[in-house]
């Protein structure tokens, strides 16, 4: 259940289904009706209901659930964006099983109820809303702000379902109800924001139809990587847990490195070495506890500190310094063939030279962590990556031309793999939005790789904790109080 569809993989599972013997009525049928569940859930029967239907198959659930609700004693009008008899296939059948009034939209009318339900579009919109759609759209938009609740079929009408995108316009829902499974633009942004509370309703299609689809997009839960999570056995100690490395930058930008290391020591890593010039060792070694502290100054410094086996994943970048000594850097750890973590300095250091850094990381393991600018600036010389719409496809396509795991931060965070796996993340609270919180959750990643932990499952973890650890810190959470609060999220993880 882990899968998210985009519209056109949704379109090949309908199609799959239908051929195996299900008419395509009864699936609009099942949808319709988990609709109008879902609007009985939270109001009484009697409530007044506006359902605005499109032309489309969005709109045939619609007028399911026009006729659902009526059965339970619901007071409903149905608006019809168009000519009825634009109105085909399924669609038309269940237009024809509703034998109430059909009105044509009614802009000025829409908001006098007590629930709207917008069945105007679905996940498969391709084009911008605009002309009496348009207007449909705002006059739904209208009621919701004076207080109307506003119940989504599929998707909110005017959010591309694959980017997440609003096509000109797009309606503000409080719930959504959509079917099998998400979609991209559920959880992608701005589409995660017009959404609401989303539900997912079982109408029939198989698990092994959706695995039919090839679909290699997932949403970030516990579920996709919890098999590979590094869980410590009774007899295990430290050295069995890895040996995490965190490269420091000069003596007075230390606090990135303390944040990470301590991230790392928290998510599970047995130890946690800083690695530091020696004017910042005094700094370090006044603030750490159990992160020790080495001298290694620059690329000779660290390969010889390197020479220890036991030493087995690093993060570079965190206020380390931008420049070539940061390069050079990078390449000597890459070159010991340990398993890497990439943030910040280390990929801003590297700016319009995606494919040297490639090259260069062959060795090596990576995960990549940039945010948007930084991912802006990493492959400046790549339109064909940077200009790809779909924050997924973007990510995937730096995977696929860098051969690492690749983590694109943000409200929406994206991990993809080289082999095409890609996850998106929907639990970060805006609280996240804070100084040092990205340098966390590079240490949390790191500690999770230290411990054998593959990249795309550390990564697509670390992510996960972190938002879940944002959500229980709480309003006004600073980065310090994200490893703190950690040890109550992976409790929740232990095997029962």
């Known amino acids: ?53 499109g032309p489309g198959n969005n709109g045939g659930d619609g007028f399911v659930a026009a006729r659902a609700l009526a059965e339970r004693g619901c007071v409903v009008r149905v608006m019809l964006l168009g000519d009825p008899g634009a109105v085909t296939g399924d669609a038309a059948n269940a237009l024809k099983r509703w034998h109430g009034e059909l009105e044509p939209v009614d802009a000025t009318a829409i908001g006098k109820s007590g629930a709207i339900i917008d069945a105007l579009f679905g996940a498969g919109l391709k084009r911008p809303i605009e002309g009496a759609a348009a207007e449909a759209v705002a006059a739904i938009n209208r009621a919701s702000e004076a207080g109307v609740p506003v119940l989504a079929v599929d998707l909110p009408s005017g959010i591309d379902g694959a980017t997440g995108e609003v096509r000109g316009t797009a309606v503000k829902a409080n719930k959504t109800v959509t079917f099998c499974r998400k979609k991209p633009g559920h959880m992608l942004l701005p589409g995660r924001m017009y959404s609401g509370d989303v539900s997912v309703a079982d109408i029939g299609i198989s698990d092994a139809m959706v695995a039919q689809t090839g679909s290699k997009t997932f949403e970030n839960v516990p579920g996709l990587w919890l098999a590979a999570f590094p869980q410590p056995k009774l007899d295990s100690h430290k050295y069995d847990r890895g040996h995490a490395v965190v490269v420091s930058g000069p003596m007075h930008m230390t606090g990135a490195t303390r944040l990470a290391a301590r991230a790392a020591l928290r998510a599970g890593a047995g130890l946690v070495t800083v690695a530091a010039a020696k004017d910042a060792l005094p700094v370090l070694a ?74 260069g990381l062959k060795p090596a393991a990576a995960v990549l962590t940039p945010h948007e600018g930084e991912f802006v ?47 998106i993340a929907a639990n970060a609270p805006p609280w996240l939005a804070t100084a040092g919180a990205g340098d966390v959750l590079s240490g949390f990643i790191l500690g999770l790789i230290a411990q054998g932990m593959p990249g795309f499952e550390a990564a697509c973890a670390g992510v996960w904790l972190h938002g879940e650890c944002g959500k229980l810190a709480g309003c006004g959470l600073i980065s310090e109080d994200l490893p703190e609060v950690l040890p109550n999220v992976l409790q929740r993880l232990k095997p029962s």
């Not at 750490?288 to 080495?294: D, E, I, K, P, Q």
């Open 286 to 359: 006044a603030s750490l506890t159990a992160v020790m502290v080495r001298q290694a100054a620059g690329p000779a410094g660290l390969s010889a500190l390197l020479k220890d086996k036991r030493m087995n994943a690093l993060l570079l970048g965190p206020a380390q310094g931008v420049g070539p000594a940061t390069q050079k850097t990078v390449l000597a750890a890459a070159k010991a063939k340990r398993s890497l973590v990439l943030d910040a300095d280390a990929l801003t250091s590297f700016t319009g030279q995606s494919k040297a850094l490639g090259k």
């Open 377 to 423: 600036r990493l492959f400046r010389r790549e339109p064909e990556i940077t200009g790809i719409p779909s924050k997924i496809e973007k990510v995937r396509a730096a995977a696929k031309a860098m051969d690492q795991v690749v983590l694109l931060k943000g409200a929406d965070t994206v991990v993809a793999a080289p082999d095409g796996r890609a996850a």
């Open 1 to 53: 259940m882990h899968e998210v569809l985009t519209p056109s993989e949704m379109g090949e599972a309908d199609r799959l289904t239908i051929a195996s013997g299900t008419p395509g009525i009864t699936l609009m049928e099942r949808a319709g009706r988990a609709v109008a569940e879902a609007i009985l859930t939270g109001h009484p029967a009697g409530t007044p209901v506006t359902v605005v239907c």
